[in-house]
């Protein structure tokens, strides 16, 4: 809790303030995932993005997906909660199903393609990688934390 002097000379306790995204895990029926290419760092990333301030978390992937990559998907369940304790960003991972579209690249991806759980691994970070991977599994959803590159093994134990 963040303490600061008012003007009436008194300390008051101010909340911190927490940027929430949405990502979608999007699995075809052959089991590959659908991933992006961000435009401005180059990263392969699951799609998604900040949640607007009115809109459902549900809604939020449904629009992300479909801005950045043209799929129109369902989504099925929360699958994981991740925290970069360095950004103050919270991460709401859904997996979710295709229903339609094709395939496009928007402002925000210089690539679409549906990858194999091992190319998941090979192309993305460990911080997006492990969302995937957390998706493809029945128990969850996952709750972890990590400093933007690497999560808190302390907290989570080797099943990262």
């Not at 993305?124 to 990688?129: I, R």
Request: net charge negative.
């Amino acid at each position: 809790m963040l303490l600061y002097m008012s003007n009436s000379g008194h300390d008051e306790r101010s909340t911190p303030l927490h940027s929430v995204s949405v990502a979608g895990a999007v699995v075809r029926e052959d089991g590959r995932i659908l991933a992006i290419k961000r435009a401005d760092n180059g990263t392969w990333e699951p799609p998604g993005g900040v949640l607007e301030l009115a809109e459902a978390p549900e809604e939020g992937v449904r629009r992300e997906v479909y801005e950045e990559t043209g799929i129109k998907v369902e989504v099925e369940r929360l699958t994981g909660v991740y925290k970069n304790t360095a950004r103050g960003i919270v991460a709401l991972v859904f997996r979710c199903r295709p229903e339609g579209g094709q395939e496009q690249l928007s402002d925000e991806s210089i690539a679409v393609d549906w990858l194999t759980p091992a190319e998941v691994s090979e192309r993305m970070g460990e911080v997006y990688a492990v969302r995937i991977l957390d998706a493809l599994q029945e128990d969850g959803p996952q709750v972890r934390t990590h400093d933007g590159r690497q999560f808190n093994r302390a907290a989570h134990g080797s099943n990262i």
